[in-house]
């Protein structure tokens, strides 16, 4: 009797151990050449931050990489957005040259070749990465951070490279269910300078500010942090942004979402997801808000100097798209000079060039001697930043790094001209001051009396 349940005992010891068994990639981090990740089963990264698995929207199931440990589940990458797997029991298959992802029928929904001597392997990193490498030289044969989708996570780059024709950049979900490819992307523009933007469909909708050198022109607030360093490389024909989290305890994602925002959300050990900011913020912030020639501030909209209103009927109904025109055609001519304006989100870049080694005077110049440049601007002391044309969606910072200098018919030496506007102002400020002193005299005369004034009595 008791031999007889020992072994039953052991008998179902086996079988679990043979369960166990059965799944030997389930739980790993790794798939082998040759084998299989199944519907249902999942590689989990080394320090558990990150699952590869299925998941299913309806009847269109998807290859996903999400947070092991945050609820509700948040997704931040995903393999095959616009061909899913559907009726189930999809597969995903590592072949000596692919990685492949299978259909129940086995067919390929979604698939990457690459080309090794030895056999690959698969790992599914702490960074939310899943690559591909070479089991004997390490070499990496593909990876998943190449191929962005809604979410930039810390160590995924966006931008391009005209000499590969490369151009890598997040694009917004469907909806929040569904991950086909929706309207709104993060990019880089090879035909503008450094500048990260974000579109709806081709349209801009907003510009971080062209980078300069530091920092993003219409962010300068994103400098000073020791959360999170921004790292963009520019080369000839490249440029790539990405950004790096210093402290390690902290998740960071910079997400695209359905509804047209970008939003960088935090979380600590709580498992749960602060936002830290989202864009665009306001009303500035929406791309070419003001029109042509104007800069603006606080939601409002000012024509640059020697400009006006092109409708200044649909200016003082606050209509602004319009913009602004020249009061008068401009004389092309060394005599040409410059306005002021400080603390800005420089104009976008579509017309612009950069030319390295030139300090300010030096970039002055060789704006005057064209006659369709319409500004310039220096980042880092020698990188000389010159307009042709309109300028368009520039922004007035309340602190910001950069400088503006656009076009006017005459030279006003900068300087002197700043002095008599502070005089002017610190004037109107006194005398604003003085007149607000005499009403509130005669107020509170007024109220003295706790009668109201008597007709025809002069207030002054
Ligand atoms: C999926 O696979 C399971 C187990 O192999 C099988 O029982 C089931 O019928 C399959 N479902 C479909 C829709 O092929
Ligand atoms: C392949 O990448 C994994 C994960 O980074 C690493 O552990 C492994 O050592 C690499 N393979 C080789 C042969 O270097
Ligand atoms: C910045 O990005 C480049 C690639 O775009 C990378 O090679 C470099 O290591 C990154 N630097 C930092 C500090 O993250
Ligand atoms: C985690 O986040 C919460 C809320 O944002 C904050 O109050 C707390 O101090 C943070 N903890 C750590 C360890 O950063």
Same mark, same amino acid.
């Given at each position: 009797?008791?031999?007889?349940?020992?072994?039953?005992?052991?008998?179902?010891?086996?079988? @679990?151990?043979?369960?166990?068994?059965?799944?030997?990639?389930?739980?790993?981090?790794?798939?082998?050449?040759?084998?299989?990740?199944?519907?249902?089963?999942?590689?989990?990264?080394?320090?558990?931050?990150?699952?590869?698995?299925?998941?299913?929207?309806?009847?269109?199931?998807?290859?996903?990489?999400?947070?092991?440990?945050?609820?509700?589940?948040?997704?931040?990458?995903?393999?095959? =957005?616009?061909?899913?797997?559907?009726?189930?029991?999809?597969?995903?298959?590592?072949?000596?040259?692919?990685?492949? @992802?299978?259909?129940?029928?086995?067919?390929?929904?979604?698939?990457?070749?690459?080309?090794?001597?030895?056999?690959?392997?698969?790992?599914?990193?702490?960074?939310?990465?899943?690559?591909?490498?070479?089991?004997?030289?390490?070499?990496?044969?593909?990876?998943?951070?190449?191929?962005?989708?809604?979410?930039?996570?810390?160590?995924?780059?966006?931008?391009?490279?005209?000499?590969?024709?490369?151009?890598?950049?997040?694009?917004?979900?469907?909806?929040?269910?569904?991950?086909?490819?929706?309207?709104?992307?993060?990019?880089?523009?090879?035909? =503008?300078?450094?500048?990260?933007?974000?579109?709806?469909?081709?349209?801009?909708?907003?510009?971080?500010?062209?980078?300069?050198?530091?920092?993003?022109?219409?962010?300068?607030?994103?400098?000073?942090?020791?959360?999170?360093?921004?790292?963009?490389?520019?080369?000839?024909?490249?440029?790539?942004?990405?950004?790096?989290? @210093?402290?390690?305890?902290?998740?960071?994602?910079?997400?695209?979402?359905?509804?047209?925002?970008?939003?960088?959300?935090?979380?600590?050990?709580?498992?749960?997801?602060?936002?830290?900011?989202?864009?665009?913020?306001?009303?500035?912030?929406?791309?070419?808000?003001?029109?042509?020639?104007?800069?603006?501030?606080?939601?409002?909209?000012?024509?640059?100097?020697?400009?006006?209103?092109?409708?200044?009927?649909?200016?003082?109904?606050?209509?602004?798209?319009?913009?602004?025109?020249?009061?008068?055609?401009?004389?092309?001519?060394?005599?040409?000079?410059?306005?002021?304006?400080?603390?800005?989100?420089?104009?976008?870049? @579509?017309?612009?060039?950069?030319?390295?080694?030139?300090?300010?005077?030096?970039?002055?110049?060789?704006?005057?001697?064209?006659?369709?440049?319409?500004?310039?601007?220096?980042?880092?002391?020698?990188?000389?930043?010159?307009?042709?044309?309109?300028?368009?969606?520039?922004?007035?910072?309340?602190?910001?790094?950069?400088?503006?200098?656009?076009?006017?018919?005459?030279?006003?030496?900068?300087?002197?001209?700043?002095?008599?506007?502070?005089?002017?102002?610190?004037?109107?400020?006194?005398?604003?001051?003085?007149?607000?002193?005499?009403?509130?005299?005669?107020?509170?005369?007024?109220?003295?009396?706790?009668?109201?004034?008597?007709?025809?009595?002069?207030?002054?």
């Amino acid at each position: 009797m008791q031999c007889a349940m020992l072994k039953a005992a052991l008998l179902s010891a086996v079988a @679990l151990f043979a369960a166990a068994f059965a799944h030997p990639q389930q739980n790993g981090d790794s798939l082998t050449t040759g084998l299989s990740l199944l519907n249902g089963q999942n590689l989990v990264s080394a320090q558990k931050i990150f699952v590869l698995g299925f998941f299913s929207n309806g009847n269109s199931t998807y290859l996903g990489v999400w947070y092991n440990e945050m609820q509700p589940r948040t997704i931040v990458w995903v393999a095959n =957005r616009q061909n899913p797997i559907t009726g189930g029991n999809g597969s995903l298959t590592l072949t000596s040259s692919s990685l492949e @992802l299978l259909d129940r029928t086995g067919n390929p929904v979604w698939s990457n070749a690459f080309q090794t001597q030895n056999s690959p392997q698969a790992f599914l990193l702490d960074s939310g990465n899943l690559i591909v490498n070479d089991t004997v030289s390490g070499n990496l044969l593909w990876q998943a951070f190449d191929h962005p989708s809604d979410t930039l996570l810390p160590g995924i780059r966006i931008g391009y490279d005209t000499s590969t024709n490369d151009n890598s950049f997040v694009t917004s979900w469907k909806n929040g269910s569904d991950p086909s490819l929706g309207e709104y992307s993060l990019r880089l523009d090879p035909k =503008r300078l450094p500048d990260v933007l974000l579109f709806h469909g081709s349209v801009p909708k907003y510009r971080m500010g062209t980078w300069n050198g530091q920092g993003f022109s219409g962010l300068p607030a994103l400098r000073a942090t020791n959360l999170l360093a921004f790292n963009m490389t520019v080369d000839e024909d490249s440029a790539y942004y990405s950004y790096t989290a @210093l402290d390690t305890s902290i998740l960071w994602r910079f997400v695209v979402s359905p509804d047209g925002l970008a939003h960088r959300w935090c979380s600590n050990q709580s498992n749960l997801w602060t936002e830290y900011w989202h864009l665009p913020q306001d009303q500035c912030d929406v791309y070419v808000y003001c029109g042509a020639n104007a800069a603006c501030y606080n939601g409002d909209c000012k024509c640059l100097s020697e400009f006006t209103p092109k409708s200044p009927c649909d200016w003082s109904q606050r209509n602004f798209a319009g913009g602004c025109v020249r009061d008068a055609v401009l004389p092309c001519s060394s005599g040409n000079g410059f306005a002021f304006l400080s603390k800005v989100k420089v104009p976008d870049t @579509l017309n612009a060039i950069m030319v390295h080694g030139k300090g300010w005077d030096d970039c002055k110049n060789l704006c005057l001697r064209q006659c369709s440049c319409s500004a310039y601007t220096v980042f880092q002391e020698s990188d000389c930043v010159v307009w042709f044309g309109d300028l368009v969606d520039i922004v007035q910072l309340s602190e910001g790094i950069n400088d503006l200098y656009t076009r006017v018919s005459h030279s006003n030496p900068s300087h002197s001209g700043r002095n008599i506007a502070i005089i002017v102002s610190v004037s109107v400020v006194v005398v604003v001051l003085v007149i607000s002193a005499l009403l509130s005299f005669c107020y509170r005369r007024s109220q003295q009396k706790h009668l109201p004034l008597a007709e025809g009595e002069e207030v002054f």
